[in-house]
C-alpha cells in the first residue's frame, strides 16, 4: 500500500506516517506545504529520506492509495475531498470537519466515490491500553457498560501553537476538536452506534489576551445502551511530566475498567496503565506492549474495500455528535444574561 502526506500543520501528521511505515505500508512522498515551519523541520527530522512533492502531484499520482492529512482542521475536509475524487483512501488527523456543510459534503463524496474516510482518533488507536480494555469488555471482565466517564487534559504550550490555533474558524471550537476522542471512546466502549448530546458548554478561563479561545468544556451525552460524561481541557501544569493526564473510567454492571493512558502520577513509570476491579479484587495491567491494531487493519481495508478498522458510520456519527456538541453549547460560567 503506497500513501502520501499532505497538509503538515499539527504534530499529529508524525505518528500518523509513523504508523502506516510500521505497519509496512510505503511513503512516496509529502507536500512540505505548512502554516508551521516547526511541524516541517521535524517531520524532515523524523522522516529525512521521503522525497518532498507538490500536493497536486500526489493527488493526481494513480499509484498512490491513501492520503494522510494534518492540515489546518478547517482546511482537512476540502484537501479530503479532492482526493477521494482522484480515486483515493483519505485518513486525516481530528477533527476531520469544523462545520457542518463540510460533513454533508465529506458524506457526500465518500458515497459516491466509495472511498475511505478515517479520522485517526489517536487517544484509541494510538493507545495499546484501550485495546486491552476491548479486550477485558469483550471477555465480560466487567458485566454490560453503563457509563464512561472521559478526560482528556492538554498542555497549552502557547509558545510553540501557530495563529490558527486560537482562531474558532480554523480549529472549529475545543468540543469539535479535542472532544471528538471521548465521543469516539464512548460509542466504540459502549457498543453504541448513535448518542444524544443532553448538554454541552464552552469557556474561557485562562489569561485575558485571548477572551474567546476555549480552553474547557463539556459534555453530557446518552445513548440507548449507556451514558457518558467528557472534560476537555487545556490547563495541564508544568509539572507533569507529559502533555496530558488523559484517564477513561468504565463503569460496568460487575466492576470497573481505568486506563491511565499517559503517566500513572506518583505511581509506576511508563504509560499505559490498565486498572480492573472486578468480583475477585483488583488489579493492574501494564499494557504498554500490547500491538497497535489500526494502522495494519487500515491497509487490509484499503485492499479489501472492508471496515477492519473502523465502520465510516462511526466516522461520520463522532464527526457529527462533535459538532452537535458545539453548537449548543452553553458559555461558562453562564452569563448573568443567560440565566434570566
Not at 178 to 192: C, E, K, R, Y
Not at 254 to 280: C, M, N, Q, W
Request: glycine residues 10%; aromatic residues 8%.
Amino acid at each position: 500500500m503506497r500513501f502520501a502526506a499532505i497538509g503538515l500543520d499539527h504534530r499529529h501528521i508524525y505518528h500518523m506516517v509513523g504508523g502506516l511505515l510500521a505497519a509496512g505500508a510505503t511513503c512516496v512522498g509529502f507536500d512540505p506545504a505548512t502554516s508551521d515551519e516547526r511541524v516541517l523541520d521535524g517531520f524532515r527530522e523524523r522522516f529525512p529520506t521521503l522525497p518532498e512533492v507538490s500536493a497536486g502531484r500526489l493527488i493526481d499520482d494513480p499509484a498512490i492509495d491513501l492520503i494522510l492529512c494534518a492540515a489546518i482542521p478547517a482546511e482537512r475536509a476540502a484537501i479530503a475531498i479532492r482526493a477521494m475524487r482522484a480515486g483515493k483512501d483519505v485518513m486525516v488527523d481530528k477533527p476531520g470537519v469544523t462545520d457542518f456543510d463540510q460533513l454533508a459534503a465529506v458524506e457526500q463524496a465518500a458515497a459516491e466515490t466509495g472511498r475511505i474516510f478515517s479520522v485517526c482518533f489517536s487517544e484509541r488507536f494510538i493507545v495499546p491500553a484501550t485495546i486491552i480494555a476491548g479486550k477485558l469488555i469483550a471477555d465480560g471482565a466487567i458485566g454490560r457498560v453503563v457509563q464512561t466517564l472521559g478526560l482528556g487534559p492538554h498542555r497549552f504550550n502557547r509558545a510553540i501553537r501557530p495563529g490558527w490555533f486560537f482562531d474558532k474558524r480554523h480549529y472549529g471550537g475545543i468540543l469539535t476538536d479535542i472532544a471528538s476522542h471521548q465521543i469516539d471512546q464512548f460509542l466504540h466502549f459502549t457498543g453504541s452506534n448513535d448518542a444524544a448530546i443532553v448538554a454541552s458548554g464552552v469557556g474561557h478561563f485562562g489569561g485575558p489576551d485571548v477572551p474567546d479561545f476555549e480552553d474547557f468544556g463539556e459534555i453530557l451525552l446518552r445513548s440507548d445502551r449507556a451514558g457518558g460524561y467528557i472534560r476537555v481541557d487545556w490547563f495541564t501544569a508544568d509539572g507533569l511530566p507529559t502533555w496530558g493526564d488523559g484517564r477513561l473510567t468504565i463503569l460496568g454492571t460487575e466492576g470497573t475498567i481505568e486506563l491511565r493512558k499517559y503517566v500513572d502520577i506518583a505511581g509506576r513509570p511508563g504509560t499505559d496503565h490498565v486498572f480492573l476491579v472486578d468480583k475477585s479484587g483488583t488489579r493492574h495491567i501494564d499494557a504498554s506492549h500490547e500491538p497497535l491494531t489500526y494502522f495494519r487493519d487500515l491497509i487490509v481495508d484499503i485492499g479489501a474495500r472492508s471496515e477492519t478498522a473502523v465502520s465510516q458510520r462511526h466516522t461520520f456519527t463522532v464527526c457529527r455528535l462533535a459538532l452537535e456538541a458545539q453548537a449548543k453549547a452553553a458559555w461558562l460560567p453562564v452569563r448573568p444574561e443567560a440565566r434570566s
